[in-house]
């Protein structure tokens, strides 16, 4: 029973750290969205909405790296994985809920695996709602200026 607390204990603590990292990966992109005139908003190419964008995938793969590596680093540190590898790739099958099960914690450790999924999971979902949003604001001010090019003078 005992154990079972550590678990969770350890688990809430990660999924503090985590989630507190991937809202200051959000913000940190939507800043750097603004300061390369990427936004929106504030662009007119679509070259420069384009590297945008691509620029917060890159980033939000990185936030999700990150993450996976804190609790690869849990995993060892706590002792029930021995070798970085190993640790990285349950983290990493963890965090995506891929689970193919060829490693498998103890049954000491096992509520710390399946925390993790279900982190991995909003956190995955957080990141997919961020880049859906973004997308329709790119498609929102295309469609909007598109609507002035059809109003220009000489237009069809």
């Known amino acids: 029973m005992l154990l079972l607390f550590e678990n969770l204990l350890v688990a809430a603590l990660l999924v503090a750290v985590t989630f507190t990292l991937h809202f200051a990966g959000l913000v940190g992109l939507m800043a750097m969205l603004r300061r390369l005139g990427g936004h929106p908003r504030r662009s007119s190419t679509v070259v420069k909405q384009g590297i ?56 000491d450790w096992r509520m710390l695996g399946a925390a993790e999924g279900a982190n991995g999971f909003l956190l995955i979902g957080w990141s997919t709602a961020f880049l ?24 069809p």
């Open 52 to 107: 945008a964008i691509l620029t917060v995938v890159f980033g939000l793969f990185a936030l999700h790296s990150l993450q996976i590596w804190i609790y690869a680093f849990a995993y060892l540190g706590v002792g029930e994985l021995q070798q970085l590898e190993t640790a990285l790739y349950f983290s990493t099958v963890s965090f995506t809920t891929v689970g193919f099960g060829d490693v498998i914690l103890s049954d």
């Open 132 to 155: 859906v949003s973004l997308t329709a604001r790119v498609r929102a001010f295309e469609a909007e200026i598109e609507g002035i090019d059809d109003q220009a003078p000489g237009g």
